[in-house]
């Protein structure tokens, strides 16, 4: 008796397991805009530049996407997270942009004979939840130093809010799906500061 009960008990379990729903988490992309072709008349500057991935805060670096349900209190979606490193996303779409101005631009693996050095901090991205809206708020900054000398040559610091029109009523975590893939919150993300005169092509 003891047996069967004992089998009887493990079916049901494995029953009710076998009922039970997983959730798997969403994964998200930035989609950074792809940078302007210079014009065959254009010329790059004689220079040449390396990039150091950019830095985040911690919470930034979690994996999960940030939103913020009051202006001081920072929350993370359970489900909903990054395919990829949001560093990395702005970085390399930097290095992309910089080719298109400087003849030789690459990544800084801590060697490196260029004569520029680029760093920079992606300070905020994250959603922002109030009761009239929902909007997407970036921070971005910068600097370019002379590697040699250790000048900076420029820095700024680029801060853009984007609100998303559309929301999900009753649900702010439902918000996410449509903030990230906006085109109103995802053409802010590009908001890297302008690049300094030395870079003009003019």
């Not at 089998?7 to 076998?18: D, R, V, Y």
């Not at 994964?27 to 302007?36: E, F, H, R, T, W």
């Not at 975590?173 to 890297?192: I, L, M, P, Q, Y």
């Not at 500061?193 to 003019?202: F, I, N, V, Y």
Request: aromatic share 8%; hydrophobic share 35%.
């Amino acid at each position: 008796m003891r047996k069967s009960t004992i089998a009887a008990l493990l079916i049901e379990l494995m029953a009710l397991c076998g009922c039970a729903k997983v959730r798997y988490p969403d994964y998200y992309a930035l989609k950074l805009p792809n940078p302007v072709s210079a014009s065959h008349d254009s010329t790059r500057i004689p220079a040449s530049v390396a990039v150091r991935e950019f830095r985040a805060p911690q919470y930034l670096r979690q994996g999960s996407i940030v939103y913020r349900p009051e202006s001081e209190q920072i929350a993370f979606y359970d489900y909903h997270r990054w395919a990829e490193d949001p560093r990395q996303s702005v970085t390399n779409t930097i290095v992309r942009e910089l080719q298109q101005v400087f003849e030789s631009v690459e990544l800084y693996d801590g060697r490196t004979g260029a004569e520029f050095l680029l760093t920079g901090s992606l300070d905020r991205l994250e959603e922002v939840d109030s009761e009239r809206s929902v909007s997407v708020e970036v921070g971005i900054s910068a600097k370019l130093q002379n590697v040699k000398t250790g000048n900076v040559m420029w820095s700024d610091t680029s801060f853009k809010t984007s609100e998303v029109n559309q929301r999900s009523p009753g649900s702010r975590r439902g918000n996410v799906s449509r903030c990230k893939r906006s085109r109103d919150a995802t053409r802010f993300v590009h908001a890297e500061p302008s690049l300094p005169k030395l870079c003009s092509r003019q």
